[in-house]
């Protein structure tokens, strides 16, 4: 199949087969899903990207990526999903922390962050959320002074993921505690080694440790890891979320989801009779349907209009609330199909697709908590799509 | 720039003009305030000056081939429009005529389809009757909720034959011998009819397709109509969702405007999502039948189903977030509910939809 509801060039044709002889070769010691998504695999699966230059194909060619069209960004999504590819251990830190260093860092931050990016030498993390500063983001109380050439934090950041195995960390600190709130931060990249950090992974919901708090003691940073203006940050973090954007990789797990509910409504059935028989399941499932085959040609319409040099509709500022909520129902309703067997967990006799409907279900409760709120979607929708004025004055 | 991407930029923006057009013409000749009016008449209503204007722009004739005198246009096209013309909640036949068009070429006086039968999902081969007789065929059956039914001068509409069971498509003059129409009386005052065909005699010029492409023919012309109405009802549901929304950024309550509250603004964000998930229906159905894809059939069941099951609640919603302004028969919102509900009413019902849908997606790949 070739259909990625845009049409392809002749180069754009190239740069699949590319991709996909790239897989054929790759793919080969990842057969094992266990390998796909343990740390160690996910580490050598970036390893084998950055060596075949397919580490970052969106950046700029000078910072090592290879300027790839829209199409081509959608080609190579689209291949890496349907191969089932491992997820490189550094994607979020090439989605969005890279783009913001090319938007805003300094050319050594550029020279000396970026290559280690791609490398996957450095693993990075997210340090923004704080215990009373979450959706509120801007009345986060994490505070550096600067010391000669040093910053000096102290304070607390939370629900850090990847912090118990990462090496770096970009946060958000305090700085002018005078002024209005989103007037006083800056964006600074730390080194997770340096003294007077404490890492304190939690549990999760579904019990494996993922995130973690980060706790900041006097911990000195040297003042050129400032990314954009002292004080600026809140601009640059916003950069960073705008990156953080729907990509195509949740369109693809959608398209994954929907494929499993169908199989679990087919397979299941309620004292003989098929649960796909069931007049409301059938309901259920054409609703599910619709709302990813809407989201795959929304994000195929947004690839194009990149392609086009034209700004995406209003439709791609809904996608990842969308995305997300119709993610979410699908794990619930997974559950609802298995029956008895979906309560089973990883390790019982008996377990819907050997517990990973159950896990699918807990887990799935972050899609609408991370990356913002749906209601903080909904709030930011609300007023910057429609116009209508802020909730709280 | 690839020689593709060219096509598709040409695409798109041949859509974007044609929608532009179409609005401006709408927004120069109708009126919202005219649907009301024609509420308040004996008789059902619609807007035959703006249909004479729509058809000197070759509206009608849209989905013909150039080389036949059509506009040689896309069923992306068609949904531009029909989507405009819904935004407007204008009375034109412009979806049916279009379509009659596309089964039987460039049209003079106002041409509906007339497929649907009592009690019938529309889904099915019709039961009604062509026996054959001369070149041409004698005609039996009964045709129910045709759009435009009772304005009309002539039908596109559909039958069985007796000797070989196959569909036949053909053309009726309304006032033919043996054709009796029987005016509806819809929520929105549109000309609906029941249509009775009894032994009408059909001369062979007026047998459009016969014989196996004639299913073919019957099949594209419904997938083009529910697409078609998929559009109307989205350009319904977008119009009253805009006047909500922009009410909800000034009407004063509590000291805020409402739109400040999270109920009202939450509200409209969401059935803000179900229009854009119904417009991306839409265009993909629309990209699928031109492309005469093997997802086609599915596809305009996705888009059926959901602008018929999520798009009638935005006038709905919308009424909610006027308050009583909105239950008053001066304000416009009730012109879009009725639309909204007419409209659902024309497309497949959601049984038919779910089962095309379901097939396709349970079918091994
Ligand atoms: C799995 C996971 C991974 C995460 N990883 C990271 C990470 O790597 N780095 C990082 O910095 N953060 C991370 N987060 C944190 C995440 O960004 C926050 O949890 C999120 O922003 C919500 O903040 P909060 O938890 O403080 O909840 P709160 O902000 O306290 O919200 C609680 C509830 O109140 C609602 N609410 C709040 N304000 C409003 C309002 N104005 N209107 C309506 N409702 C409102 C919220 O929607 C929510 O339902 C992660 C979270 C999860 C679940």
Known sequence: MDDYGVPLGE?????????????????????DRRTRSSLDGMREWQRRLHEAGLATVGWPVEFGGRAASAV??????????????????????????????????????????????????????????????????????????????????????????KAHYANRIYILVRTDPDAPKHDGITYLLVDLHSPGIDIRPIRQIAGSAEFSEVFFSDVRVPLANVVGPMHQGWRVANSTLGYERVGQSRTHRIERRLGMVVRLAAETSVDGVPRIADPRVRTRLVEFAARVEALRFIASRATAAGVLGRAPGPEASLAKLLTSEVDQEMATFGLDLAGRAGVLVTGSPGAAKGGAVAQGYLVMRAATLGAGTSEIQRNVIGEKLLGLPRSDG | MTESLVDLAESLAAVEATRATA??????????????????????????????????????????????????????????????????????????????????????????????????????????????AGG??????????????????????????????????????????GVTVTALRALDAAPLADVAFDEVRVDAAAVLVDGPEARRILDGARARLAVGW??????????????ATEYARHRVAFGRPIGAFQAIKHRLVDLRGDIEVARA??????????????????????????????????????????????????????????????LRALLPPPEVTTEVALAALVAPR
């Open chain 1, 72 to 161: 081509e960004q959608l080609v190579f999504a689209t291949e890496m999903a349907r191969a089932g590819a491992p997820e490189p251990i550094n994607r979020s830190a090439i989605n969005q922390l890279g783009p913001t260093i090319i938007q805003w860092g300094t050319p050594e931050q550029q020279a000396y962050s970026l290559p280690r990016i791609l490398s996957g030498e450095d693993v990075w993390c997210q340090g923004f959320s704080e215990p009373d500063a979450g959706s509120d983001l801007a009345s986060l109380r994490t505070r550096a002074v600067v010391d000669g050439d040093d910053l000096v934090v102290n304070g607390q950041k939370i629900w850090t993921s």
């Open chain 1, 11 to 31: 180069s754009e044709r190239a740069f699949r087969d590319e991709v996909r002889a790239f897989l054929d070769r790759a793919m080969v010691d990842f057969a």
């Open chain 2, 23 to 132: 609005a401006q013409v709408l927004r120069e000749q109708w009126a919202p305030a005219r649907l009301r009016a024609m509420l308040d008449e004996e008789t059902p209503g619609w807007a035959p000056d703006l249909w004479v204007r729509a058809v000197g722009l070759g509206w009608p004739d849209l989905l013909v081939a150039e080389a036949d005198g059509g506009g040689g246009g896309t069923t992306a096209q068609l949904a531009g429009i029909a989507e405009e013309v819904g935004r407007a909640a204008a009375s034109i036949p412009f979806v049916p005529a279009a379509v009659a068009a596309w089964c039987g070429g460039p049209s003079g006086p106002l041409r509906t389809v007339a497929f649907s039968e009592p009690g019938g999902s529309d889904d099915a081969l019709p039961s009604a009757r062509a026996r054959a």
């Open chain 2, 281 to 342: 229906l839409v265009g993909r159905a629309a990209q699928a039948i031109e492309r005469d894809a093997s997802d086609a059939d599915a596809m305009v069941a996705l888009a059926a189903f959901w602008a018929g099951e999520r798009l009638r609640a935005v006038p709905e919603g919308a009424i909610q977030v006027f308050g009583g302004i909105g239950y008053t028969w001066e304000h416009d919102a009730h012109l879009y509910l009725r639309r909204a509900a007419v």
């Open chain 2, 136 to 177: 041409g065929v004698v005609l039996t059956g009964t045709k129910a909720f045709v759009p435009y039914g009772s304005a009309a001068q002539s039908f596109v509409t559909s039958a069985v034959r007796e000797d070989s069971g196959a569909p036949v498509l053909c053309t009726v003059d309304a006032d033919a011998d």
């Open chain 2, 230 to 243: 998929a559009a109307e009802l989205v350009g319904v549901a977008a119009a009253v969702h805009d006047a």
